[in-house]
T-cell receptor, first 111, second 113 residues
Framework: GENVEQHPSTLSVQEGDSAVIKCTYSDSASNYFPWYKQELGKGPQLIIDIRSNVGEKKDQRIAVTLNKTAKHFSLHITETQPEDSAVYFCAASIKSNQFYFGTGTSLTVIP | GAGVSQSPSNKVTEKGKDVELRCDPISGHTALYWYRQSLGQGLEFLIYFQGNSAPDKSGLPSDRFSAERTGGSVSTLTIQRTQQEDSAVYLC???????????FGPGTRLTVL
């Protein structure tokens, strides 16, 4: 089956700096890669996603890049703010009912 | 509008007891997922319902776990003869259609003593 690895497990950045979280996947058939933000006591919330026919997608301060050849994808958050502090999960999907999640990155933005 | 709701928010039970966890998906969402989130781990897929199709139970860890979805809406995850390793947060998500954006509930934190 698919195996998704996520790094780093924890990340601290100064407010205003950028944060980058990286994920790798093993199954080249994966074609959908969502990123989720989970705040304390809440369920994960989709923040951005990318499909395998696209190399990069941007939404304001958040961007995701995908390298299908290397089987890795990354989340980039620019101009970080304290409210960006949360746990971020990447995921890879082959079929609509099969989502494989990374182990999460706890991001702390220091004011 | 209302999002995905789950109840109870917290459940403490004794080893060997049965528990039922409830999920109310967003109205009109045809797909429903259950996940388990253990401390420091990612989300582990448990089961998937889509419309009236037979559910995908391939993620259920043992035959002590079962789930049903009545009337294509509310879903119940049942864990029989709970074990300490069942302690985790159980998350439910729904989506308007297969492979669509998943909307997660707040989860049920299960603690088995």
């Amino acid at each position: 089956g698919e195996n998704v690895e996520q790094h780093p497990s924890t990340l601290s950045v100064q407010e205003g700096d950028s944060a980058v979280i990286k994920c790798t996947y093993s199954d080249s058939a994966s074609n959908y890669f969502p990123w989720y933000k989970q705040e304390l006591g809440k369920g994960p919330q989709l923040i951005i996603d990318i499909r395998s026919n696209v190399g990069e997608k941007k939404d304001q301060r958040i961007a995701v890049t995908l390298n299908k050849t290397a089987k890795h994808f990354s989340l980039h958050i620019t101009e970080t703010q304290p409210e960006d502090s949360a746990v971020y999960f990447c995921a890879a999907s082959i079929k609509s009912n099969q989502f494989y999640f990374g182990t999460g990155t706890s991001l702390t933005v220091i004011p | 509008g209302a999002g995905v709701s789950q109840s109870p928010s917290n459940k403490v039970t004794e080893k060997g007891k049965d528990v039922e966890l409830r999920c109310d998906p967003i109205s009109g969402h045809t797909a429903l997922y259950w996940y388990r989130q253990s401390l420091g781990q990612g989300l582990e897929f448990l089961i998937y319902f889509q419309g009236n199709s037979a559910p995908d139970k391939s993620g259920l860890p043992s035959d002590r776990f079962s789930a049903e979805r009545t009337g294509g809406s509310v879903s119940t995850l049942t864990i029989q003869r709970t074990q300490q390793e069942d302690s985790a947060v159980y998350l439910c998500a729904s989506s308007l259609q297969p492979a669509g954006e998943q909307f997660f509930g707040p989860g049920t934190r299960l603690t088995v003593l």
